[in-house]
Structure formats: structure tokens, C-alpha cells
């Protein structure tokens, strides 16, 4: 599906807030109504158990918002069309040099505090902080300050035009947390969530699930005027065989799974208790490569690797038909897609010949590190082959997700195959984080200074042509000098217990879940 143009006019007054507020019934804090609302327990079965609930902190970026979309409002929200609607600010003033939120008066933090200016300040501030290593800091690397007139006012300030801002404080960056939570945990804290959002954290047992209760007093009514949340409690039940999590829902032990690979989710094809829907959601698979040390800093060692995939077939055995193949992670119907970014064809001869150009003969020993969960380990074992054909000697690596997580980060690692989901509302959400030098989740190690100064033009305009010709840009400099082989992206639809209604989303799949509800 075509992302929207982010293009925002130079002064913005959102005067269509109040109208988007009374559309979406966006209310005043309360707990009136709250049994008459509930309608039991959701129980979902997650297979990426977040490493932290700070929103500050999170760098799972294709699973961790649907557990803090629980716990956690941001300042306002972003439609899939583009367009903002209010959440804790209720309106905005936008242009160059500032923007400036009118807050929501009445929310509370799930510990009773205020949610206010000085709240938002404090939080804002404390990504902006180095001392913090925020994975969100890039975020803010605009801003110059951030200020409370009063109350219910919080002004940004800005050394150059941002026009991403507003995208970002609709998402991770912009989740506001209770300072005072914030400071009694510390450390802890990304264990013990504290926000103002639709349900209260309950409880966190490692590996096994985490508990969320509805928040009697949230600030958001439905249309009809009734108390949301809908559901009495939420449970994610942490399980990372996919044969489990599609039996669990065969049979009622769960009634929504965050995802499944085509091979269980199309046996469910014909079970009218199930419902799966594509919502053009993609699972966009990848092998990062390690360009610190070991082969892979060669880049005639990675254009021998590039050659060596054959991702049709992978994509084939992994998915089966439900699979498209892209060059990267913009797809034929993105703004941003340029045709003449393309990666190495599978050749294996011409990867032998590399690998010798290179100085290398004989066979060359390196490590991919995958995750335990369908279909990672096939993918791997795929790959193990067609490497082997092409002249390395590789070794795979099966790992727990956050065991994988922490060898990527500590860079130790020569190939590492991975998942994020796709598309998401704009690009510099799906290429900063991996790409940028200081990006949270730049698992290559990547010390691109032309790759970075693309990124950031792409990111630092609001023209739309400007910013599909530096993306083009960033996307061909990455496939021309083999950072990352992208494999294929994998169908990835929403699939749920028929009983399961009101579900919401963002544009990337993750869940929102105030007004959902269990029917019989």
C-alpha cells in the first residue's frame, strides 16, 4: 500500500482538532462506568518478549509498540492517511523555529500524579539527555529546548525546521511516562510501566507472560459516550513456537496472535472461528553483515555473500506463495521506491571468483546468528546451503531472541538474519534506526558519513521529490555496498478469534487495543 506524503505546510494551527476530538470521542478523565464497559480477559500469543516497557529505551521497534500502546498515550496520533489527531495534546501550533502543545487537562498517570506540562518537559528532556542513551534521542536532534509556560502548555523550540516532528512525538518518542515513577524506579522501571494509557501494568513473568488491567479512570470514551477500555485485562502469553501459537488459537487458548508464517497461518484457512485478513502488513526478513571485523569488512567479501543468496527460493521455502521480493525495504507501491536500486543476481561462480579476488581461498568460516521461531532456523539453513555452494564455510547459530539481540549489539556476529515489519507510516522510521551511524539498532556497525548526510536530507525536508531522490540515494548506497542482503517479505496478516472485535491499528501492524472487546 502507498505511504502518504508527509509534506507539512510551513505554519500549521491544527484547528480540525476539536472536530477530529468529537469524531474519535476523545474525553475528559473518569472512571464512571467501568463495569458496564468491560468484557472479560484477551489473551494473545507474542513471540518477541520486549527486552524493556520504557518507551525511551525500546529498540524492538517492529513489536514493542503493541505492549506499550497498552501502557503508554503519546502526545497526539498519526492516521495511516498521514493526518494527526489529538491524544494528551488536544491541539498543536507548528512552524519553523517552534511547535506548541495545548495539553489535555485532567489525565493521570496510573499513579495517580498529573500529567502535565512539567510531565511532558521532564520526559521530553530526559530523551534529549545523553546520560539516558535513548534510542530515541535522533529523534529530538532538532531541538534546542523544551519548555512549560504554564500547565497545560509545552513549547519546543527548534534550530532548523523539523517535519518529522509531529510524526515522531505520535509514536515512541513522544509516550509520555510518570516522572515520578520514572525516579522511584530508576533502572526498573522499564519493568514496571507507568503511563496514561488503557490498561495498568499488573505483572511480568520472564518468559512466560505479562499481565495488563483495565484503567478505570483513562481519559478516552467511545463514541457511544461508554468507559473504554472495552476488556477487563490483557494477557501476552510469550511463546515463540509458531506451531504452538496456531494450535492455541485453534483452540481458544489464545484469541490473537501477533504473527504467524504463512505455512501455519494457512491452516487456518478454513476455520470459520478464525479470521485473517491482510492488511498489507509485510514481514521484511534481512541478513545484516558485520562490516567491523572479521570478512565482511572486505566489501568484495559481501557482494560474494550478496551473490551466494538465492532469495526466491528462500522466500519460497519460508513462505511458500505468500512472499513478495523487494530490493530493499521499500516495495513497487512505496513514494519511495526507485526501480533502478537493484542487488547482486544469485550467481555462485561469480561469488567464488570474489571470494579469491578477495584473497580468500579455500573455504571461508563465518557465523550467522538467527532467532529460535518459524521460519528463522529454515532460513538459516537455507542460507548455511547456498553459502556453502558459493565457498564459505558458514556456521548458524540458532539463538533466543534476546540472546540474539545482545550478540548483535555487542557486534559479536559475522551474518545475522532478522525481521522488522513493514511498511511504517514514513521512512525515516524504517531506515534511520538501522542505517545512521548512531542509529539505536545499526547492527552493521556503519560508519557511513555520504550514507548518513542522504538519510538526514531525506529526513530534514518536507519537499516529497527532494526526499524520494535522497532515499533512492541511502537505498542504492546500501544495496551497491552489500550492508545488509534483504531476503523477501512474508504476508503478514492480522489474525484473531472471530470473538475479538474492535481491534485497532497502526499503520505497521501494531495493535491498539482500548476499544477491543470479546464477544460470544
Not at 468529537?22 to 475528559?28: E, I, K, M, P, V
Not at 520504557?54 to 495511516?80: E, K, T, Y
Not at 519493568?191 to 513473568?205: E, L, N
Not at 560508519?447 to 524520494?468: F, H, I, S, V, Y
Amino acid at each position: 500500500m502507498p505511504l502518504p506524503s508527509l509534506d507539512l505546510p510551513r505554519r500549521a494551527v491544527l484547528a480540525g482538532a476539536a472536530a477530529t476530538a468529537a469524531t474519535t470521542a476523545l474525553a475528559g478523565c473518569g472512571g464512571s462506568n467501568s463495569s458496564a464497559a468491560s468484557s472479560g480477559t484477551l489473551t494473545a500469543g507474542f513471540d518477541n518478549e520486549p527486552v524493556t516497557l520504557d518507551p525511551a529505551l525500546s529498540a524492538a521497534i517492529s513489536s514493542d509498540r503493541n505492549v506499550l500502546n497498552l501502557f503508554f498515550d503519546a502526545l497526539l496520533r498519526q492516521r495511516p492517511d498521514g493526518m494527526f489527531e489529538p491524544a494528551l495534546a488536544t491541539e498543536w501550533d507548528a512552524s519553523d523555529s517552534a511547535v506548541t502543545f495545548t495539553l489535555r487537562e485532567g489525565v493521570k498517570f496510573h499513579d495517580g500524579t498529573a500529567c502535565d506540562a512539567e510531565a511532558v518537559v521532564f520526559n521530553l528532556r530526559r530523551l534529549m539527555d545523553p546520560a539516558t542513551h535513548s534510542t530515541k534521542a535522533a529523534a529530538l536532534a532538532k531541538v534546542t529546548s523544551v519548555q512549560a509556560p504554564d500547565a497545560i502548555t509545552v513549547k519546543i523550540t527548534l534550530k532548523s525546521p523539523d517535519p518529522l516532528l509531529l510524526t515522531h512525538l505520535a509514536h515512541e518518542t513522544g509516550m509520555i511516562a510518570s516522572p515520578t515513577a520514572l525516579k522511584k524506579h530508576g533502572a526498573e522501571f522499564g519493568r514496571r510501566p507507568v503511563g496514561t494509557g488503557p490498561f495498568t501494568f499488573a505483572q511480568w513473568r520472564s518468559h512466560v507472560q505479562l499481565t495488563a488491567e483495565r484503567n478505570n479512570a483513562y481519559w478516552t470514551k467511545a463514541a457511544d459516550g461508554s468507559s473504554l477500555p472495552k476488556l477487563d485485562k490483557v494477557v501476552l502469553r510469550f511463546v515463540t513456537e509458531a506451531k504452538v501459537l496456531r494450535t492455541e488459537l485453534a483452540t481458544g487458548g489464545v484469541q490473537l496472535v501477533r504473527a504467524l508464517p504463512p505455512e501455519e497461518y494457512k491452516q487456518l484457512s478454513s476455520d470459520k472461528r478464525i479470521v485473517i485478513k491482510d492488511g498489507a502488513v509485510r514481514r521484511a526478513y534481512y541478513v545484516a553483515l558485520n562490516v567491523t571485523k572479521g570478512p565482511f569488512r572486505d566489501p568484495r567479501v559481501r557482494a560474494a555473500f550478496a551473490r551466494a543468496v538465492d532469495r526466491r527460493a528462500i522466500g519460497k521455502a519460508a513462505a511458500g506463495d505468500e512472499y513478495d521480493i523487494a530490493p530493499s525495504f521499500a516495495t513497487s507501491s512505496d513514494w519511495f521506491y526507485d526501480d533502478s536500486v537493484a542487488p547482486l543476481p544469485h550467481d555462485p561462480a561469480k561469488a567464488r571468483d570474489a571470494l579469491k579476488e578477495a584473497g580468500l581461498r579455500g573455504e571461508v568460516p563465518i557465523t550467522v546468528v538467527a532467532r529460535r521461531r518459524a521460519p528463522d532456523p529454515t532460513i538459516a539453513e537455507l542460507l548455511q546451503s547456498q553459502l556453502t555452494d558459493a565457498g564459505f564455510a558458514p556456521k548458524a547459530e540458532v539463538l533466543e531472541f534476546q540472546t540474539q539481540l545482545e550478540r548483535m549489539k555487542n557486534r559479536d556476529f559475522d551474518a545475522a538474519l532478522l525481521v522488522i515489519d513493514v511498511p511504517r507510516l514514513d521512512p525515516s522510521l524504517t531506515f534511520d534506526p538501522y542505517f545512521t551511524s548512531d542509529g539505536p539498532n545499526n547492527w552493521s556497525g556503519l560508519d557511513d558519513r555520504a550514507l548518513d548526510a542522504q538519510l538526514a536530507n531525506a529526513a530534514g525536508t518536507g519537499d516529497k521529490p527532494a526526499r524520494r531522490r535522497a532515499y533512492a540515494d541511502a537505498q542504492r548506497r546500501i544495496v551497491d555496498n552489500n550492508y545488509w542482503v534483504f531476503l523477501h517479505q512474508a504476508k503478514s496478516p492480522l489474525i484473531h478469534s472471530s470473538r475479538l472485535k474492535g481491534i485497532q491499528f497502526d499503520i505497521d501492524g501494531q495493535w491498539r487495543l482500548a476499544e477491543a472487546r470479546l464477544g460470544a
